[in-house]
């Protein structure tokens, strides 16, 4: 076998030089050792790399080695610059060129130094499509010039590829989930380093560390950021969310509890100048951590810093969020990205993928059945839940040093109180059909069989690229309220009762003890929320209800003391003396609130789930 000055083989095949226009798009092809393959024809398209065996053996023997080799080679012939997160020139060093020995047909590997460069990609698991999984391929040429152009071509294509992050604020709970925060951040980070996207570190050292940072950053310095990534959990990622938006989202909050049979517009109508004076302030209470918002006090010094900077508001286009998974439940990530798996949120983030997420503006405007407060926001990803919910969160509290677990626990000790609380809720019907269609108003029906939802065959759950989420046409435009699009021809219907739990899902709440999640049709950012109103019920009809929950195909909701109201707004009101809610796994108190949905209002870093 002839081989020119540059180790490879003279090939008259490939009269294509490497490349001369300095056009990234354009097609280049030069030949190059590929490591655990051997010589290679490696082509620059405009969307991406294709590489074919340089077919160079001319025995019998050989011809079984050349077309082994293009097996090898036809399966991974070609990536898309879409899935090439790095590539990055490594310098001299070995590549080892695999072939068949002609006798026994073994693998022999001979070894050649050279100038080395490397392509870092993303595939999708074979047995898992939501997995994403990494690998590289290694490039070799004797030719230093040839190599580093190929790097710069590649990067300049690399650059072209949709919206990547360059810059990244990320904060790490070190004690979240079973405490492996920091060490979940060391095995992403090379990938952040390799992709050369820069990322500022915050290992938090307290609850509301991250908080803190957030509330003081000025929006000038937040502008340097393509986004913020929490390492942690569902509470971690809830902390970060209201440390921005309750400075930054400026929108009228819902009606009140008892404000809705008025005219949805005349809410509507609180200005956003009297929005513009709502100050940040640390919570009164121990558990309630985050800080809030109330709407009459002093103009506070964030407030100020807001008036000072360029302006930075949520919906933010260019900003993301982030998340990889360190926590106890993780149920945001495995709704967004379909794996629970640190590499694949990782490599979500550093190809700049993007979905939209609903929040929920959850306004609390009583503490308690005596108290006369102002109103008091908080935000949520996926879940506000009462009655069973708050409890079991209350419970958990206690028992944070037994990590995960304390949910099960504190699960158990709630489950068998069965306790069920007396209230009051109201909430915008705005599909008929997806409810029981008239028994919420009447309460003649309201306690028959007629509550349950009957599982509707052929719902669609969403996935990547969800047609629902991406409709736009009559439905809210990302970020506004979904309640400003219902103001016209929706009624507000009532149920009142005593109830086991009244619980919120924004999102489906998938999780590793519930499957199919809370409700399985739910999606990312189509404007709704699903309201689970679980009325007092025996217990063995409830632990048939959480069994139902824990198991994949079956339908939580499929019984007749559950009602399922698919809506983008409601009010509660306790006839207890407190209420306490969770609010995606942290606790708030709230004895009258009122919630609803801001469609796609922020975005995170990830393509929702693969099919
Ligand atoms: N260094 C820290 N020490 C103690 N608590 C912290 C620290 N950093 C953040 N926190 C708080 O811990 C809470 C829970 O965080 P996180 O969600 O990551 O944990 P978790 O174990 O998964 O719990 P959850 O089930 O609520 O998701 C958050 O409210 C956050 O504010």
């Not at 569902?234 to 938006?245: A, H, T, V």
């Not at 059909?433 to 008239?438: A, D, F, I, P, V």
């Not at 559950?562 to 796994?585: L, M, Q, R």
Request: hydrophobic share 35%.
């Amino acid at each position: 076998m002839e081989r020119d000055e540059n180790g490879l083989i003279a090939d008259n095949s490939c009269p294509n030089p490497p490349f001369t226009d300095g056009d990234p798009g354009s097609v280049s092809s030069s030949n190059f050792f590929l490591d655990h393959v051997g010589e290679v024809v490696l082509t620059h398209n405009s969307d991406g790399l294709s590489w074919k065996l340089v077919d160079s053996l001319h025995t019998e023997e050989d011809k079984f080695s050349c077309l082994r080799f293009k097996f090898v080679s036809q399966s991974e012939s070609e990536v898309k610059f879409a899935d090439v997160y790095a590539v990055n020139f490594i310098g001299w060093g070995l590549v080892h060129e695999s072939s068949l020995g002609s006798a026994e047909r073994s693998v022999s590997v001979h070894s050649l130094e050279m100038y080395r460069f490397t392509v870092h990609v993303v595939h999708n698991s074979k047995t898992q499509t939501s997995l994403w999984i990494p690998s590289v391929y290694t490039f070799g040429h004797k030719n230093l010039e040839i190599c580093k152009t190929w790097v710069n071509q590649i990067n300049a294509s690399l650059l072209m590829e949709a919206k990547r992050p360059k810059n990244l604020l990320v904060f790490v709970h070190p004690k979240s989930g079973k405490g492996h925060g920091c060490r979940i951040w060391e095995a992403v980070a090379p990938l952040f380093s390799q992709a050369k996207v820069k990322t500022k570190v915050i290992v938090t050292e307290r609850a509301g560390h991250a908080r803190d940072i957030l509330v003081s950053i000025t929006n000038k310095d937040l502008n340097l950021y393509d986004g913020v990534v929490a390492v942690g959990g569902d509470g971690f990622f809830n902390e970060i969310l209201n440390s921005l938006l309750l400075l930054r989202h400026k929108a009228p909050y819902p009606p009140a509890p008892g404000n809705f049979m008025h005219p949805v517009e005349s809410e509507w109508n609180i200005s956003v100048q009297n929005v513009e004076r709502t100050v940040f302030e640390p919570c009164k209470h121990n558990e309630d951590e985050s800080p809030l918002l109330t709407g009459s006090e002093d103009v506070g010094p964030q407030s100020q810093i807001c008036e000072q900077d360029p302006e930075f508001l949520f919906p933010n286009e260019k900003f993301r969020f982030g998340i990889i998974p360190a926590g106890s439940t993780d149920a945001i990530v495995i709704c967004t990205t379909g794996a629970r798996d640190p590499v694949t949120s990782a490599l979500h983030i550093i190809l700049g993928k993007r979905v939209h997420l609903d929040i929920a503006q959850v306004v609390r405007w009583k503490e308690t059945h005596a108290s006369n407060e102002e109103p008091c926001v908080r935000y949520a990803a996926s879940f506000a839940g009462y009655g069973f919910y708050g409890d079991v969160i209350t419970e958990s509290e206690k028992y944070r040093w037994m990590g995960p677990k304390r949910y099960d626990y504190a699960g158990t000790k709630v489950f068998l109180q069965h306790r069920s609380y007396e209230a009051e809720v109201n909430y915008l019907e705005i599909e008929p059909e997806n409810s029981t269609s008239g028994s919420e108003t009447d309460p003649r029906v309201s306690d028959s069989i007629l509550w349950c939802l009957p599982r509707k065959p052929g719902r669609a759950s969403c996935r990547a690229n969800c047609a629902v989420c991406n409709m736009k046409s009559n439905e809210a435009m990302v970020g506004s309220p979904s309640l400003a699009r219902d103001l016209q021809g929706l009624r507000w219907s009532k149920s009142k009762g005593r109830f086991l739990s009244v619980g919120a899902a924004i999102i489906s709440c998938r999780n590793e003890k519930a499957p199919d999640g809370l409700v399985a049709d739910a999606h990312l950012s189509d404007g709704y929320l699903h309201l689970i109103l679980i009325k007092e019920c025996p217990h063995p009809c409830y632990l048939w209800h959480l069994i139902h929950l824990a198991r994949k195909g079956w339908d939580p909701l499929d019984f007749n003391f559950v009602e399922h109201h698919k809506t983008p707004a409601f009010t509660f009101t306790s006839f207890g003396k407190e209420g306490v809610w969770n609010v995606d796994g942290e606790l708030f108190r709230a004895h009258q609130l009122s919630a609803q949905v801001f469609r796609g209002l922020v975005s995170l870093f990830a393509t929702g789930p693969e099919a």
